[in-house]
């Protein structure tokens, strides 16, 4: 029988994506034969109400030292923690004076890069230490390593209770969650927010961007198991986000009963998510067979552009691509290049399908006739930077809510 992750409930599979390799695994053409590959598949709880991975390879081999994902990469992710800073802070609803903020997967240092230059305590926690130093460099104060109970009661013993716990895209990377509990229980202050945000399973069942699910992301959550999974150290659940971020997040806020009293956003996305059934089994069981009927229109599309004689490329080489192309069988036949404008991504195959990876320089006369969206959530900052490509004659795919050339 399959267990959930978190209350070891009964795990229902649900979903199934194939074999898989690790979706940030790019990699040289020499290692082609050296590429790890797990079972992609996906279970729910009708008792946590988390949708989880039934697998997750080791958390080693994900998040090691030459961890390639760098979130400023990306411009709109720049600006969208920058404005989150000061919202924090200037809004006052965390309190900094006297307070610290403690971030987990502190990445290079987007977020907390702003604590350190307004001179705010601050702590960031982050196991892949190729990241850590470009944060450390930004004068981040960064304790290298996982969030464990350990370290929240050696930070706690260090550097007092924090006013803000905060996590972006990291929470649901964390296969045994309930460590994370025990650690946030021993480090929050009791006016203190726990604040985190994720990929939301809400979008990813409505726009049937499967590519959310990846090896990297072993829960994809709702408000509903949110709030019951914290429910278990006594935080309530007092506001949500809806975001844009990754193609559609949500940003939980939690605090101490007594607190602060939960805001009208929490009952409304709570009603929401009834409505659309993420408590429920069937509704996920309906969702595998969109992902099926999504990925075989895709295939269907590009082997059509194919067989026109037209040439297509995608642009953005994204974790979250690697599930599409592998699960729906896309390799380089049907896509000849991918562009992207990662240093460390440039020169490297995609994993598994082995599709090269080529700069963005590149992305110029003769453009591909169709370039489809690896990175469709940041597809207003790609399409902007070259308006000249549609003049051309080029055509934008996604496959996202359903396979469509973007206008
Ligand atoms: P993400 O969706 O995980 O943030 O990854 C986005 C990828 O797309 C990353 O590899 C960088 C790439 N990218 C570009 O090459 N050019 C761009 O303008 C943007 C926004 C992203």
Known sequence: MLKCRSDGSTLTKVLDLGSQPLGNGFLAQSDFGNEFWYSLTCGFSESSLLFQLVDQPDAGLMFHDNYKFQSSTSQAMSTHFERLFDDFVSGGRVRVDGGLIVELGCNDGVFLRHAASQGIRHVGVEPSRGVGEVARDLGVNVLDGFFTPEVAHSIQSDSGKATLIYAANVMCHISDIDSILGGVDALLADDGFLVFEDPYLGDVVQKVS?????????????????????????????????????????????????????????AKTLKQEYELGLHSTETFVNFAANVAQSAEMLRATLEDLRSNGLRVSAFGATSKSTTVYNYAGIGPTLIESVFDNTESKIGLYTPGVHIPVVSDIEFKVPYPDTTFLGAWNHSVEIQRKYPEYELQGGRWLTHVPDVHFVP
């Open 210 to 266: 499967y590519d959310q699910i990846y090896d990297e992301h072993v829960f994809l959550f709702s408000a509903l198991s949110v709030q019951r999974l914290f429910n278990r150290i006594g935080l309530e659940l007092v506001d949500v986000e809806h975001l844009d971020t990754h193609g559609g997040s949500m940003r939980y806020w939690l605090a101490r009963p007594g607190h602060t009293q939960p805001l009208p956003s929490v």
